[in-house]
């Protein structure tokens, strides 16, 4: 499976060049951690790394079986497969050992805990002259736990026999890897796909691997670039977004749209490779072969890579195939198919579904032979796909037959799973998952129907939805759920009847909340319009202000002042949240009001209200920190910033998106001497608690706020600061980002700026997520961060919504051409 190549690069993963006689070393130095006996199982637990492939091959060394487990996984769901496995060795990278800890403990299992990061220095001196031992093709290789119809996980079992029909159907068969192969490292190799497609077959042929340090488009890139990739295998969702980027630019242009539609009409890869020889350049120049797979290819997005002179691969397959059944070939690709059976493999479609055979047939689900009889039958993989073979061989899918929900980001996703958490809830009588508008959605029907509607609602979302979010996989949510009355859709034979279920919760949705059938006060009916034009949509009395209308703290501060203007009720922000519904929000009102009126929010008199602030005063050890900071930035990291000039003369709001703890220190160091004295931040009340800390805010130009009790006075308070002639550095979005995307903007700087006639700086923040991720103790060196201050934007008669998107677009705008530069 794997062949000493000497000196020639196996692994390259930033600076390291990592050579076969190199990583057969490691393999052996990794090997020697543990005891493993043949048979024996070993889980890896961890991030894409030169270690995680040192780990796998070790287990292999020993004739163990390799169990990868997705390193997103909660301690619950390793727990599972832990207990179910039973492993001897457990692999794990020191950013998740606390979680694998903890799912060992609750596994209650016996099992020797190696953590990745004490050995994966890379150690250039250390060679190896061995080959790797050849496996018995019988014997179990892999086991790979996927979702499966019963509701919990099942192990799939893989023999080397089955990756080898694989691995030799797209390297001898259909000739796409090579030793001349560069396949970047890009996705979780916990799945399948990429742990065939991006490590076991470039490894085996001789060719060389390049792991992408994250999935950022900067290091994607890069990693592209440096390596000059030849490969690259990915899922729909990537494809989708690198397209997008790629399409939007040539549409604002007159002449590239002109060749692109040129292109598309010439219909030949020569031509279009010379067309559009930057955007080729930019993928690093080599790329021979997009591979999709995980979930289906949109045509479109086929057929605007074809035109740019790309070749999309598409396979269709499964774990339990290990897992390719069909692949394009180079050269015949038909766009809309995943292409023809693999070499060794036999497809044949039985009541509309999909089966097939060949030596890519897993051995069985571990443990459950029961659960193998229902899939495999007379040597046939049943696939719960339905779909046709043309004539020409070409596989084509009509829809799915089994109930796994697939993700475009090649997520797997068992809605049984869910809704038995649900049902085990005693608030429950009965419980379906669908997915719908790209969300998990939750139709339910509870035990209780004596409750009020929103009072049940209201119940279920705090006692079961919401400890079920906090308790699975992001991807496993449930976004939006809805009650019903009625029972839901099932066969005779009690079976649920999934399918229907998006109908079925539209027509049950409309019936219950049939606006003509709910008698509704007049207070209702005014606090209703004002909700629904400032959230964009329709208010019903049981919508819950936050869940269901998704009212933040400034739409909670523009309601409390709307009430008080219009019936004459003082009422906090932060008791908003203590009314379940509008409904009871418009009874409270209906109870207190003092008068009753229909006007609209003027922010304008909420600004006039003067408050009384005292101003801190700079320190000037601040400004030296400030100098010093600068320089320490340039040393520590690639800091680079320009557009300075853009600040203009008196106040300003300057307004950055936030991706690090530094930011605020990463902006304002690059500020002129006289700048920093006269720039302000603002601190949450919570954060500022300790005397040491209210000390130093009096004197490094903070001004303390209460956003959760009094964001009325606290924004009066920014206010003041403005007509003082100062500058006031806002983080639109209100937190730091964990993926390094831009989050929505809160409208607070634009009320502010349009109002006082303030002009605002958009500030693009981009790689201090890289340099200091969230939740990181310490800053990484090197990293890229570049700072960019941005043409100011003036409020002029726009609308506070106007000038939000104006700042943020500029910003998003200048980090895309960033990325795609």
């Keep these: ?65 390799a169990i990868p487990v997705d390193f997103m996984a909660t301690a619950s769901e390793v727990a599972y497969i832990l207990k179910d496995s039973t492993p001897s060795v457990v692999f794990v990278s020191a950013a998740k050992k606390a979680d ?38 019988a014997d179990t290789a892999v086991i790979i736990y996927t979702s499966g119809t019963t509701g919990s996980p099942k192990g799939v079992m893989l023999s080397y026999a089955n990756l080898i029909a694989n691995v030799t159907g797209v390297s001898k068969l259909i000739p796409i890897y090579s030793e001349n192969s560069r396949v970047m490292v890009l996705l979780p190799l ?46 729909p969702r990537l494809y989708a977004a690198i397209r997008k980027g790629v399409v939007d630019k040539i549409n604002k242009s007159g002449v590239a749209k002109k060749l692109f539609a040129l292109a598309k009409k010439v219909n030949s890869p020569k031509f279009s490779r010379l067309v559009f020889g930057t955007v080729h350049r930019k993928f690093g120049g080599a790329v021979r072969s997009l591979v999709s797979g995980g979930a289906a290819l949109d045509p479109e997005v086929g057929n605007d890579f074809k035109t740019l002179g790309f070749e999309v691969l598409e396979g269709f397959g499964m774990t339990e195939a290990a897992p390719m059944i069909t692949f394009t070939r180079p050269g ?97 009588k009965d419980a379906g998952v669908f997915f719908h508008e790209e969300q998990l959605n939750a139709v339910i029907l509870p035990e209780d129907h004596e409750m009020l509607a929103s009072e049940i609602k209201d119940t279920i979302r705090t ?124 009874a409270y009102v209906a109870e207190k009001k003092t008068k009753m009126e229909d006007g609209k929010i ?15 005063v700079s320190w000037y050890p601040t400004r030296l920190i400030m100098r010093l900071s600068k320089v320490g930035f340039k040393i520590y990291f690639r800091y680079r910033s320009k557009g300075l000039e853009n600040i203009p003369e008196g106040p300003c709001i300057i307004a950055p998106n936030h991706q690090s703890f530094f930011d605020g220190l990463f902006v304002t160091s690059l500020l002129r001497t006289r700048q920093i004295s006269q720039t302000f931040f603002y601190a949450k009340a919570q954060h500022v608690k300790l005397p040491i800390v209210k000390f130093l805010a009096r004197r490094n130009n903070v001004i303390v706020v209460d956003l959760n009790k009094n964001l009325k006075e606290s924004i009066q308070k920014l206010a003041e600061v403005l007509r003082h002639q100062k500058n006031l550095i806002i983080f639109p979005e209100g937190t730091r980002s964990t993926t390094g995307s831009i989050g929505q903007f809160k409208k607070t700087f634009a009320i502010l700026s349009r109002e006082l006639n303030i002009p605002v700086v958009p500030v693009s923040i981009k790689g201090a997520i890289e340099a200091l991720p969230k939740g990181s103790i310490f800053p990484r060196p090197w990293k890229k961060v570049q700072v960019e201050f941005l043409q100011p934007v003036y409020p002029e008669n726009n609308t506070y919504e106007q000038i939000t998107n104006a700042v943020r677009n500029r910003i998003v705008e200048t980090m895309d051409n960033k990325a795609t530069s």
């Design 332 to 428: 015949r690709v038909r766009i809309g198919s995943p292409g023809e059976a693999l070499p060794g493999t036999t497809i044949r479609i039985v009541d509309g579904e999909i089966t097939a055979s060949g030596p890519n047939i897993m051995q069985g689900y571990f443990n459950r032979p029961e659960e193998t009889a229902e899939v495999i039958k007379d040597g046939w993989l049943y696939t719960g796909d339905l779909g046709y073979l043309d004539e020409d061989g070409y596989l084509y899918i009509t829809g799915r037959k089994k109930e796994i929900i697939v993700l475009s980001n090649g997520k797997n996703i068992n809605p049984t799973e869910l809704e038995e958490k649900i049902l085990a809830s005693p608030l429950v």
């Design 602 to 616: 003027d922010w304008t008199d909420i600004l006039r209200e003067r408050v009384h602030i005292k101003l801190p």
């Design 190 to 235: 916990h799945h399948i796909f990429p742990l065939v497609g991006t490590m076991i077959a470039p490894l085996n042929v001789g060719g060389m691997v390049a792991i992408s340090p994250s999935m950022t488009s900067e290091d994607i890139m890069g990693t592209l670039q440096a390596n000059q990739i030849t490969i690259v295998i990915g899922v």
């Design 463 to 586: 006692q079961l939805i919401e400890p079920l979010n906090n308790s699975v996989s992001s991807y496993k949510r449930i976004m939006q759920f809805h009650i019903t009355n009625e029972e839901l859709p099932r066969t005779r034979l009690g079976k649920l009847q999934r399918f229907k279920l998006v109908d079925f919760t539209i027509s049950t949705e409309q019936e219950d909340t049939d606006d003509t059938e709910v008698e509704t006060s007049e207070e209702f009916q005014i606090i209703a319009d004002f909700i629904s034009v400032e959230k964009g949509k329709k208010v019903k009395p049981g919508h819950h202000l936050e869940f269901d209308l998704a009212m933040d703290s400034l739409d909670r501060v523009g309601l409390q002042v709307y009430i008080h203007q219009n019936f004459g009720i003082e009422i906090e922000a932060a008791q908003l949240s203590q009314f379940s519904t509008v409904e009871h929000l418009a």
């Design 100 to 137: 694998m800890e903890e799912a060992i403990a609750q596994a209650e299992i016996l099992t020797q805990l190696i953590v990745i990061d004490e050995y994966d220095q890379f150690e250039p001196q250390l060679v190896s002259k061995e080959d790797f031992p050849q496996p018995n093709e």
């Design 1 to 65: 499976m794997l062949k000493n190549q000497g000196d020639k690069v196996a692994i390259s993963f930033g600076n390291d060049r990592i050579t076969y006689g190199n990583l057969l070393a490691k393999i052996d130095k990794f090997a020697d951690l543990h005891a493993l006996d043949k048979g024996q199982r070993a889980v890896i637990f961890s991030e894409n790394r030169p270690g995680w492939f040192y780990a796998f091959y070790s287990i292999w060394k020993k004739s163990g079986t």
